[in-house]
């Protein structure tokens, strides 16, 4: 047999199972208007190799009935065999991550069973053009996971920008797409994101003054002179996976989490062949959330926006701290020094330059001492704590001299048990 009779028969082989868990008539519409026409675009579902390829959408009945009376579900059959996996709609009090998690271990149950090429997209999610045709060259060359980089973006900013390029519609207050597909490039959705960002992304940036949360999945840099973003993360999309390469699977992670928890290292530990997607022009995930969706302080307070030099040193340590934290695992911390290029013009040598100064920053080697970093972090929480105070109790001085009775009564009530105090 021929080095190209081989290649062919190696592709025919190929069996790519895309999955998604979807319920409602909000993430319904993400699914269609804006997900699905994405992966219409050229270079994804019409670059398929012929095979049987098939879309698992785990979702309610009444779900799946709407769904297929959808324009954009209608042309994603053509390329591939839809079947449905039925989970019931989200019980009151289950949070929509655990049901999510319901919806993944049946999918990738079957993704194992049948030894496929799984795909994971959620509904709310966008990729680039092209994404498809490099995931089936990265399956012939028989990579076992292959990983994008996962951040949030505004709803409201993205989806008007989507707008104002023709590619979405508002129809009676129903999303409607432009086109029957969306066909962006990397470049294009960089651009998009860099010009949507949630406050949650917004204070992942190495330079902000917001406050650090105790898990952080990101640090970025921004480039100045192409705009676009150098990432080091800790939250990995998994768009490829390949369940012939494993010969046990763990679900355990997806009972109270979905695939962004530990299930990917847990069945595909850190030594398989992975790669990781560092050029957003091979292929580009965004995903979003409305800005009012667990919105961060961006601005933080004075004390933070007065010292730049040292805020940047002191968001490298709370960086690192949260990466050795036992919430991320080893398969992400292994890929954390690499350096994801979201750019809008071609990568010049600025890039690598910026990525040797990210890297310094983000370096979890064993000699690396951030104890000073720590007890400076905790004395400046403590006089951010102080100054907020005092700032307060200024404020409610200045409007009970300024006649507020309510301030007034305050100030007289915290007087009057001063003297109390005093007097016993």
Same mark, same amino acid.
């Given at each position: 047999?021929?080095?190209?009779?081989?290649?062919?028969? +190696?592709?025919?082989?190929?069996?790519?199972?895309?999955?998604?868990? &979807?319920?409602?008539?909000?993430?319904?519409?993400?699914?269609?208007?804006?997900?699905?026409?994405?992966?219409?675009?050229?270079?994804?579902?019409? +670059?398929?190799?012929?095979?049987?390829?098939?879309?698992?959408?785990?979702?309610?009945?009444?779900?799946?009935?709407?769904?297929?009376?959808?324009?954009?579900?209608?042309? &994603?059959?053509?390329?591939?065999? =839809?079947?449905?996996?039925?989970?019931?709609?989200?019980?009151?009090?289950?949070?929509?991550?655990?049901?999510?998690?319901?919806?993944?271990?049946?999918?990738?149950?079957?993704?194992?069973?049948?030894?496929?090429?799984? !795909?994971?997209?959620?509904?709310?999610?966008?990729?680039?053009?092209?994404?498809?045709? /490099?995931?089936?060259?990265?399956?012939?060359? $028989?990579?076992?996971? !292959?990983?994008?980089?996962?951040?949030?973006?505004?709803?409201?900013?993205?989806?008007? /920008?989507?707008? $104002?390029?023709?590619?979405?519609?508002? &129809?009676?207050?129903?999303?409607?797409?432009?086109?029957?597909?969306?066909?962006?490039?990397?470049?294009?959705?960089?651009?998009?994101?860099?010009?949507?960002?949630?406050? +949650?992304?917004?204070?992942?940036?190495?330079?902000?003054?917001?406050?650090?949360?105790?898990?952080?999945?990101?640090?970025?840099?921004?480039?100045?002179?192409?705009?676009?973003?150098?990432?080091?993360? =800790?939250?990995?999309?998994?768009?490829?996976?390949?369940?012939?390469?494993?010969?046990?699977?763990?679900?355990?992670?997806?009972?109270?989490?979905?695939?962004?928890?530990?299930?990917?290292?847990?069945?595909?530990?850190?030594?398989? /062949? &992975?790669?990781i997607i560092d050029d957003s022009d091979e292929m580009m995930l965004i995903s979003w959330a409305p800005l009012d969706d667990r919105p961060v302080d961006v601005q933080g307070n004075w004390l933070r926006r007065w010292c730049g030099p040292l805020r940047r040193v002191l968001n490298g340590a709370s960086f690192r701290d949260s990466a050795r934290c036992p919430a991320f695992d080893d398969f992400k911390r292994k890929y954390l020094s690499t350096a994801v290029c979201w750019h809008i013009k071609?990568?010049?040598?600025?890039?690598?330059?910026?990525?040797?100064?990210?890297?310094?920053?983000?370096?979890?080697?064993? +000699? $690396?001492?951030?104890?000073?970093?720590?007890?400076?972090?905790?004395?400046?929480?403590?006089?951010?704590?102080?100054?907020?105070?005092?700032?307060?109790?200024?404020?409610?001085?200045?409007?009970?001299?300024?006649?507020?009775?309510?301030?007034?009564?305050?100030?007289?009530?915290?007087?009057?048990?001063?003297?109390?105090?005093?007097?016993?």
């Amino acid at each position: 047999m021929s080095t190209t009779e081989q290649s062919v028969n +190696q592709t025919s082989q190929l069996r790519f199972y895309f999955m998604a868990v &979807v319920w409602g008539v909000r993430f319904r519409q993400y699914f269609t208007e804006l997900c699905l026409p994405s992966l219409l675009a050229p270079g994804n579902l019409p +670059q398929l190799p012929d095979g049987d390829h098939r879309f698992l959408i785990a979702c309610p009945d009444a779900d799946w009935e709407a769904l297929m009376g959808e324009k954009a579900v209608q042309a &994603v059959a053509r390329h591939l065999t =839809l079947e449905h996996l039925p989970i019931p709609p989200p019980p009151p009090g289950v949070p929509g991550t655990v049901h999510m998690g319901a919806g993944h271990k049946a999918a990738t149950d079957r993704c194992f069973d049948d030894g496929a090429l799984a !795909v994971p997209l959620t509904p709310d999610l966008m990729l680039s053009r092209g994404t498809v045709a /490099r995931l089936v060259e990265y399956a012939k060359q $028989r990579y076992s996971v !292959v990983c994008v980089a996962a951040l949030r973006f505004g709803e409201e900013p993205l989806f008007e /920008r989507l707008r $104002r390029g023709g590619h979405l519609n508002e &129809v009676a207050g129903n999303l409607v797409a432009g086109g029957d597909d969306l066909s962006l490039s990397g470049a294009d959705m960089v651009e998009l994101a860099v010009n949507s960002m949630h406050s +949650q992304t917004e204070a992942y940036l190495y330079d902000s003054p917001a406050y650090r949360s105790a898990i952080q999945p990101a640090l970025i840099w921004r480039h100045g002179l192409d705009g676009g973003l150098l990432i080091h993360s =800790l939250s990995w999309a998994p768009l490829l996976l390949d369940f012939a390469s494993i010969e046990e699977h763990d679900t355990e992670s997806l009972t109270e989490w979905t695939m962004d928890g530990d299930y990917v290292h847990a069945n595909f530990g850190v030594h398989g /062949r &992975v790669r990781i997607i560092d050029d957003s022009d091979e292929m580009m995930l965004i995903s979003w959330a409305p800005l009012d969706d667990r919105p961060v302080d961006v601005q933080g307070n004075w004390l933070r926006r007065w010292c730049g030099p040292l805020r940047r040193v002191l968001n490298g340590a709370s960086f690192r701290d949260s990466a050795r934290c036992p919430a991320f695992d080893d398969f992400k911390r292994k890929y954390l020094s690499t350096a994801v290029c979201w750019h809008i013009k071609p990568l010049d040598r600025s890039w690598d330059e910026l990525a040797m100064q990210s890297r310094s920053v983000v370096d979890l080697s064993e +000699q $690396r001492n951030d104890t000073r970093a720590r007890q400076i972090i905790a004395v400046l929480a403590w006089l951010e704590r102080a100054c907020a105070v005092i700032h307060s109790r200024m404020v409610s001085v200045w409007r009970a001299l300024n006649g507020d009775p309510l301030e007034r009564e305050n100030l007289r009530r915290a007087l009057r048990r001063r003297l109390h105090m005093r007097s016993d």
